[in-house]
């Protein structure tokens, strides 16, 4: 039987699978974080029909004469290359611009994926479309052991910020001089406890003929002895903490007594209430954020990064993931922005990385392959049928 006979069946072969994954992706066009895979062809067996044969001293050498036997698939390889980004406006959406994979467990087996469309569960878990869980490491106490192991990012409303207990106030502004001797200003700021329960702290300020003195009580009964302020040339000269009442003192040294208007007021103060989740937010490197009804803002988690010595040896599992196998290598997991690994950004997906264009052209190679080795088989039947027939 011809050997191009066969040759041609390869070719078909070789083609066809050209085809299925040009034809795929195409098909994953718009799917997230989808990458498209391209095929390599290599030549089979060759078949000597006759040796080469060395150089003599009289004869010169000649080459083999070698006959091949078609073509097969060498590898369809994984295009890994960036895929563009859109913007979703949701916060739980997320994609990694440069190298790297988000981990996903489900039913206790480890996969990996571009794709960062995630939502949350019933229990408050970031999950994928077809529900594996985004793994990473969970705050404690707003701090982030990204050494220890893995664990399921968990965002939920019944996560509460702890209460601190109220331990300073800073107080500043100005306390006229040219004020009536008895004039009295009085400043309120609202502190807690350590239990969270709020309380009222009241400063007051009485002018007298040195200057002012100062005092301070609170709900609980709490009092401080009474302070004079004196001022030289308008800076506080003695007189710059106040208390501590209850807990806290009263940082005064920002001050000032200038002739003109009252205008001293509580800059700032620690210690807050007990606070539940309102909404969180995501750092380039994966640390999840949240804000809490007490105006705290605190660490809840960590988004964990892997990547692979050679991606391109990851087994797809469908639904846009990926397994580690022998030719991948083990994971190498890290935040993101560090060791290589991509930033992470939220509220974006990435799309796919297939061109149309390109895909269309190869769509026509691969089709124009196909027919001509279609023509090789209907040749070589010909050439069959005309040696069949030379008994006629």
Do not use: C
């Not at 001022?231 to 007189?239: P, R, Y």
């Amino acid at each position: 039987m011809l050997r191009s006979l066969y040759s041609g069946i390869s070719g078909l072969r070789a083609h066809q699978t050209m085809l299925d994954v040009t034809g795929n992706n195409i098909a994953n066009v718009n799917t997230a974080g989808f990458k498209g895979s391209s095929v390599q062809f290599q030549d089979t067996l060759s078949q000597i029909s006759r040796p080469g044969s060395p150089a003599q001293e009289r004869t010169g050498g000649t080459n083999a004469a070698q006959v091949g036997l078609g073509v097969q698939v060498s590898a369809i390889s994984t295009n890994f290359s960036q895929g563009s980004a859109q913007a979703t406006g949701r916060a739980t959406d997320m994609m990694i611009s440069g190298d790297g994979f988000f981990i996903t467990s489900k039913g206790g087996q480890q996969s990996y994926a571009r794709a960062g469309a995630f939502d949350f569960d019933s229990r408050g878990r970031l999950v994928s479309p077809d529900g594996a869980l985004l793994q990473g490491w969970v705050a404690n106490n707003g701090v982030v052991n990204n050494g220890g192991a893995l664990g399921d990012i968990r965002i939920s409303k019944d996560m509460v910020a702890p209460p601190a207990a109220s331990t300073n106030a800073v107080l500043g502004g100005n306390l006229p001089t040219d004020a009536k001797d008895g004039t009295v200003v009085v400043r309120d700021v609202q502190v807690y406890d350590a239990t969270g329960a709020a309380r009222q702290l009241s400063i007051t300020f009485t002018k007298t003929g040195a200057g002012w003195n100062a005092d301070a009580a609170d709900d609980t009964g709490a009092t401080t002895g009474t302070q004079a302020l004196t001022f030289v040339n308008g800076k506080l000269a003695t007189g710059g903490t106040l208390g501590p009442v209850g807990g806290v003192s009263i940082d005064l040294a920002a001050l000032t007594g200038n002739a003109g208007d009252t205008t001293v007021a509580v800059k700032s103060h620690d210690g807050n209430a007990a606070g539940t989740l309102e909404s969180f937010s995501m750092g380039t490197d994966g640390t999840l954020t949240g804000t809490f009804s007490n105006g705290e803002n605190m660490v809840i988690g960590q988004v964990a990064v892997a990547n692979f010595t050679n991606p391109g040896g990851l087994e797809k599992i469908g639904s846009s993931s990926y397994r580690a196998t022998a030719s991948s290598g083990q994971a190498t997991i890290g935040v993101g922005g560090q060791g290589g690994l991509g930033e992470l950004t939220s509220g974006y997906i990435e799309m796919s990385n297939v061109d149309l264009s390109q895909e269309f052209t190869n769509l026509i190679v691969a089709q124009r392959g196909f027919q001509a080795n279609a023509r090789i088989i209907t040749t070589s039947d010909e050439v069959l049928q005309e040696l069949t027939q030379l008994k006629r």
